[in-house]
């Protein structure tokens, strides 16, 4: 186990304890050049381009170079139903890839999404993992990386405006303006129609491609896209905590001539292409499902896309480099691949598929990628089944459930756990009781991801405060649930080497697991049916559908949208729709308050119950500690 | 004139006639490995981090190693009043530079802006130059760059999320609560202030470290900013031409309380954090700046901070790396340093202070920096005197005013130009008459110019159906106005080469000129007579001040602010406040609607009349052309 590893990227740490902050630790290690760090994958030079000294992007092209080389074992991250506070799920993807490239030879990618800018300085801090098992350096894992969020709020709102500017000039133009400013004459007079504008042509079903040919009938209806106002859904976003623009009002400027509307902007990692980012296969599929996103209907009730606005093009341009993954390291000097940073309760919360496919690729044959799926198994996991490997093709072969004693003793009926105020005593000293009882939690995780097929390993997240006797009943409770093996790991305060018997149990799973995988749900089924085998999965008794829901439904049915994957929108603090249900609730009734689709991305999101896509900021928020020491140029105070 | 040039990385360009489309001919160039222009320049791999192939960041560390160096000259490029169409002055700056460095075998560094995605998506197109002088990649130019203008953004948008959010918490919370969550107690029950909270508490003449020993009334002025809504000047802003968001309401939703409030969204480069970044000399400057950016008073007329806010140390934190300059090549392999963006209509239209410097050093003695001012000299020119020199403390020793026969003849009398719009007759015909009667403009910009007490050249950039009796013309009355040279230039069609006869006259400028710079007005005197001495140079008999003028002018004035620089915001198409008033006007009385001030960026700016600071989009916007071709990644459509 301490065998010299011949990677020469690897790089072994000094503990201290206790363990020291988590800025303090990784400003702590010096990072190798991220052009090692490619070399030592076997990137050449022309797949990867440097962001500065220790990011790169890894181009997409690579894998056309690698096409005929065998993928490696695929690991997914998933938890229990987790406190507030976090159960340390990045850091135990960190950590257990710290474990197979530092201390079992494993050639090994850890997938990670970016995180949102917006919680770095609010309330939640950053997302590089924690103690020993981080991305380094860390403020450059939390802050711009290498722009792809910016790039997704700037197609985002490109979008917006291209939506709210087009309604305005159909208002005040003939048809025969409009289609002359559309197709204006060259010099020699003559018109043509743009590239984008065949693919609204196609759809209507009109085969010419001169503008002249048209008939005032043809002109009305490819000039008229006659956006019905109210039945808009698409947002504007941004990478802040802005409370204060979760409702507004907009065009009260006197140029605007009274075109005022409600709407409201999310937090940018909600944006669908968001979600078109981390599903997309390839830049010609990305053209394809921007082009495809619908915005909301015409006045008759046909789905507008943003092909049909003209910008689906200019779309791609804007997200060009955004679609290749960004390279970075753990505090061992393994390889992390950063891309796509959907939240998994308003959005399907997993990495994307190319950093997945270019990271087995590069491992190989027998080697490791591990990738975190957000929150419980109920919200990631099961998007990331249901979602993303049957958009992908690719299968697991081994499923984490990351649990802690703190959880599981709320789930047992222990006191409420709340950021920011200190923890009851129940959380820091020995309640066999109230971790037997919240078990329940544990054993619905493992069977829920043990259905798909796949073999899964409990990864018991250790604090100091927990002890043995609490550590044997959760490890009990897991294999009588089905689990194929169970570890305590410490790799938060020992990094990778804390990890290694999870590390050995991860080995063991996807070695022993034959390659298939059961949806919950097949696609052809009708969308009340998704949503009910769904529910069937937390344990509801039966779900409730809003009239708004039943209506949007029928709509998106009628629309020929109804073969898509189901991306439910819930909280994560319960298995159902209920935050202070703990443990394994049951019989409870699920209620649909609202259905949305994307369309671009390809799935249809129910919401349950009422989910902000919008956070805010406490009184205090993260930023009062953020500054930088301006002789050395770091940064202090992220968390 | 065609000696072979020693220097490796200078690329010689086969031109073709008629010249092709900007990105045929911007695609039709392999570029350089930025590294390598990097390292001609005898910049250290320390001193720059790769952003891709094509794009560096340099770092502003190299100013410590170049501290002994000589400067370089300084060249400002400013124009003449122009069409809407532009007058090529981008364009003049990019062939000149390749001028020096492809053929006049001189160390050359081009300064240039980063241009908004706004415009680049609306109705402009980008920014890079265009025919045979560009900078390349053009895409890469115009779309991201390194990210600045996303990182100004996200700042800007930080820092209205914290305004809000501050006066939501403040109306809910007595001082005491709203002071423990300020300062909250750490596990032994200690409070301790964040170091940029004494910053707020030396601000109010409290030097206790402390919180215990706050007396209550010391509690309340410390917890409680008490902003006035009505006095937030702070906006919102986004890199997109949206115009629906000029006036919005904000804070609608449930959740907000009815705390509604009136506000907007301006373009991103509009935001003060982008004159910041324009303006500031170092790390350490832009920290101080940001932190003392004003975003409105409390309800008793005091100026609340940045940093009253407890957010200028994230703000500096998210502009880290746009601080550094981003380095890119011409078509002909001279480098180019891309830093800042803003507008010279709403704002103070130069590139950053700090390309400026490092490029001087670069070049050394002998060398030229040859840096854009935007718009005519009453815009870009006098503020790029008046407040970034008086900044900098650079000189320029020759001042450039780029001119075209199409827009001087627009200033004899010629009908409009209206963009989008073909061409009239006049302005594609020889018409000395109109040309002559023009020249009065460009004399008015000749002698605003000099009087700075720098050598003007005046750069004729040559269209295709200009003629010799026109250009004579223009010759001869630059001359006589006092230009130190007049030259024509076809760098348009030629590049580099076209432009050498301008480089010569550069040269010999710059040669003859004694270091000295005469300002407009001195610092020290009144906003009023600031105002009118810039006035003055416009050809106005006075100035009338709007109700709110005066009681903001004595607000500010009153708040300690009077001794800053002016920075007009003013239309660019006449020398007066009214666009139509071509020529040199004279006599009139030039209106300020209102004045606010950029306290951190260090200016006071009167609104002359009423300036949008957001654009919109037409009918058809540039985006209908843009798009990517799958199979290569190239992108097609931008110009």
Known sequence: MTTPNPNPTIRRLDVASPVPADIDIANSVEPLPIADIAAELGLKPEHFDLYGKYKAKVLLSVLDELKGQQDGYYVVVGGITPTPLGEGKSTTTVGLCQALGAFLDKKVVTCLRQPSQGPTFGI??????????????????????????????????????AIDTRIFHEASQSDKALF???????????????????????????SKTDPAELTPDEVRRFARLDIDPESITWRRVMDVNDRFLRKITIGQGPDEKGMVRETGFDIAVASEIMAVLALTTSLSDMRERLGRMVIGNSKSGEPITADDLGVGGALTVLMKDAIHPTLMQTLEGTPVLVHAGPFANIAHGNSSIVADKIALKLVGKGGFVVTEAGFGSDIGTEKFMDIKCRYSGLVPQCAIVVATIRALKMHGGGPDVVAGKPLDHAYVSENVALVEAGCVNLA???????????????????FASDTEAEMDVVRNAALAAGAFDAVVCTHHAHGGKGAVELGLAVQRACESQSDSLKFLYPLESGIKEKIEAIANSYGASGVEYSEQAEKQIEMYTKQGFSNLPICMAKTQYSFSHVPSMKGAPSGFVLPIRDVRASIGAG???????TMSTMPGLPTRPCFYEIDIDTATGKVMGLS
Chains 1, 2 share one sequence.
């Open 444 to 462: 619905k995780h493992i069977a829920n991801t043990k259905s798909y097929g796949v073999n899964v390993v409990v990864a018991i997240n250790k």
């Open 124 to 161: 939640k801090g950053g997302a590089a993992g924690g103690g020993y098992s981080q991305v380094i350096p860390m403020d450059e894992f939390n802050l711009h990386l290498t722009g792809d969020i910016h790039a997704i709020t700037a197609a985002n709102n490109l979008l917006a405006a």
């Open 180 to 206: 002359n400013r559309l197709c204006p004459a060259n010099k020699e007079g003559k018109r043509r129609f743009a590239d984008v504008m065949l693919r609204r042509l196609i759809k209507l079903g009109i």
């Open 603 to 609: 799935f249809i999101y129910p919401l349950v119950g």
